[in-house]
């Protein structure tokens, strides 16, 4: 067999837990043939062990008919998820004990679309069957409301907590559904901290798999309570490609590192604008911009406009040394769907986008669990 055909074979060996195979995952990292042995060499994320033996052993038993001396080895490039030694897990209370993994999704510059990518995470992850919270803690911005499409208040419990806003199968809490969404907010920075914190202890959010914590831009106070009363599981970093977001973006992930947060991996948002059309003609190419685009044979093209420069997101994860866990071109498909009040991740889970957002939601739980 060569290299193409056994990976054609390792396409039939799905990763535990998800319908996709580890070649679509890019989990393969190397095939070496020499006669009739193989060494395949795997990059997995994961610390759970069991997986991993169980991904070790669906191979050898898909290349026994064809090797006689198997060796699968796994080059793991783990995130850092882990529980906190005893001095650090003094330093948060248990507020949220319900809870089994909290995700932070942040950057440091507005309008990259962090909470587009909070949104859909949170409606992937339902989509994999997980319980799932998100909390919008945007005091000054709030987006949840519309985002979701939702304008009402939250109810409150006999002990004077508040009951989240149930949506697509996801728990929601925003301070747009307390002070509503076209309400000014103009706070001095104590108040806010005090509101965030109230928002972990007198929120009633029960068992919950994720609890997605949709932060506002920047290193504020808001970000300085969740880490200090909070076990976060790991950050999320969304960026644009360009530079002056990812001189920001820098400084927001650079602010987990000194809290002893983890930062799970990268999202390169608004990652080019993809043009598709199609011509009547029997031309094998077009020009555009002075660029030669291949035509297919039913006369159908893409071309890919790089609008915000291309390469930050790769170039941050690479400095991070975390995984870049996907691409999100720039797509009115999302627009619509967020001004609907649906995120594409639930109205259109397989377009394009909707299974970009999926696969980015596949690795995070790879990674994490």
């Known amino acids: 067999m060569n290299k193409k055909e056994v990976l054609d074979l390792l396409k039939t060996v799905q990763y535990p837990g998800f319908s996709r195979d580890i070649v679509s995952f890019g989990m393969v990292d190397d095939i070496k043939i020499l006669n009739d042995k193989i060494d395949v060499t795997l990059n997995i994320s994961t610390q759970n062990d069991e997986k991993k033996n169980e991904v070790k052993t669906a191979i050898r038993s898909k290349l026994s008919s064809h090797f006689n ?61 997980k319980s799932v919270g998100l909390l919008d803690l945007d005091i000054y911005g709030p987006s949840l409301p519309i985002t979701f499409g939702v304008n009402e208040q939250p109810q409150m419990t006999q002990s004077k907590k508040l009951i989240p806003i149930e949506k697509n199968g996801i728990k929601l809490m925003s301070f747009g559904f307390i002070s509503g969404n076209d309400t000014p907010v103009i706070w001095r920075g104590p108040l806010v901290a005090r509101m965030t914190e109230q928002f972990f202890r007198d929120v009633e959010w029960g068992k919950l798999d994720y609890l997605i914590l949709d932060l506002p831009p920047g290193t504020g106070d808001i970000q300085l309570t969740l880490t200090q009363k909070l076990q976060i599981t790991g950050a999320l970093i969304v960026t644009t490609p360009q530079d002056i977001a990812l001189a920001d973006v820098r400084k927001g992930a650079d602010m987990f590192k000194k809290v002893n947060t983890p930062v799970i991996g990268v999202v390169e948002n608004m990652s080019g604008l993809i043009l598709k059309g199609e011509i009547e003609n029997q031309s094998s190419f077009i020009t555009i911009n002075d660029e030669k685009i291949k035509v297919e044979k039913d006369g159908k093209f893409s071309y890919k406009v790089d609008l915000f420069k291309s390469g930050g997101g790769t170039e941050e994860s690479e400095r991070l040394g975390v995984p870049l866990l996907g691409k999100i071109p720039i797509s009115k498909n999302i627009t619509e769907s967020t001004d609907d009040g649906i995120p594409i991740s639930k109205s259109d889970p397989k377009s394009v986008i909707g299974n970009i957002f999926q696969r980015i939601t596949e690795k995070i739980i790879n990674i994490i669990e």
């Open 69 to 129: 001396d198997i060796n699968v080895q796994i080059k793991s490039k783990p995130v850092h998820v882990q529980s906190p030694n005893p001095a650090q897990t003094n330093q948060h209370d248990s507020v949220l004990e319900g809870v089994s993994n909290i995700i932070a999704v942040a950057s440091g510059k507005g309008g990259v679309g962090k909470s587009t990518v909070s949104a859909n995470l949170a409606s992937a992850l339902v989509n994999e069957g």
